[in-house]
């Protein structure tokens, strides 16, 4: 079974700063979707960034960035200029395609909660 | 109304009661989940449906039993359930299983 770590569970950063948030995920898979979700206060889960294992560029979306190491089976989020808005609980999901079955498997992280200082 | 929308937001239950969930996308995707999101626990997946059909369902209870009518309705109908089967439950989105999900804004569930 995949498991998904996030080692931090809490974070804070002031405003326009640059954040690091860190995930790590095992799996013996080669094929897979890493994603990072954000979570504000509303409750809404808000696709933030997307990564496919095979592609070995770093996505990145703004001032969302992330750094894929797929050896050290590591996907951290780098937020820069951080705003107020962006305070929110933070999920780094790891997703498979069971192949055969039909099937799908989704695991998150148990979230880093993430605090902008004004 | 754009988005996934799930009602209702909040609901509380006896142990012996039947009641339901809705969830509806309006963003034209084939593809719809059920998560359950409890306090201090990570985020679990619940149910999947493609193209109507149920793809994943990772041993939930019995208690819990998920329709898909259509691509752009979904609704977890709840029985018999146990306290600690509060939670918030979300709904999610997304066109193709393996590609970005949209979730909607959940239903707080309280069971006493």
């Known amino acids: 079974a995949q498991t998904v770590t996030q080692s931090q569970p809490e974070m804070s950063v002031q405003e326009a700063e640059t954040v690091t948030l860190s995930c790590t995920y095992d799996?013996?898979?080669?094929?897979?979707?890493l994603f990072w979700y954000k979570q504000p206060p509303s409750r809404q889960m808000i696709l933030v960034i997307r990564?496919?294992?095979?592609?070995?560029q770093n996505a990145t979306e703004n001032r969302f960035s992330v750094n894929f190491q797929k050896a050290a089976k590591s996907f951290s989020l780098k937020i820069s200029d951080s705003q107020l808005g962006d305070t929110a609980m933070y999920f780094c999901?790891?997703?498979?395609?069971?192949?055969?079955?039909?099937?799908?498997?989704?695991?998150f992280g148990k979230g880093t909660k993430l605090s902008v200082i004004p | 109304e754009t988005g996934v929308t799930q009602t209702p937001r909040h609901l509380v239950m006896g142990m012996t009661n039947k009641k339901s969930l809705k969830c509806e996308q309006h963003?034209?995707?084939?593809?719809m989940y059920w998560y359950k999101q409890s306090a201090k626990k990570p985020l679990e997946l619940m149910f999947v449906?493609?193209?109507?059909?149920?793809?994943e369902n990772n041993s939930v209870p019995s208690r819990f039993s998920p329709e898909c009518p259509n691509s752009s309705h979904l609704f977890l109908h709840l029985h018999t359930l146990q306290p600690e089967d509060s939670a918030l439950y979300l709904c999610?989105?997304?066109?193709?299983?393996?590609?970005?999900?949209?979730f909607g804004p959940g239903t707080r569930l309280l069971v006493l």
């Open positions: 963003l034209g995707h084939n593809a």
């Open positions: 990564q496919e294992a095979y592609k070995q």
């Open positions: 449906y493609s193209l109507e059909e149920r793809v």
């Open positions: 799996t013996s898979e080669n094929n897979y979707y």
């Open positions: 999610a989105s997304s066109q193709g299983v393996l590609e970005t999900q949209y």
């Open positions: 999901a790891f997703m498979k395609h069971v192949s055969g079955a039909g099937s799908y498997q989704l695991t």
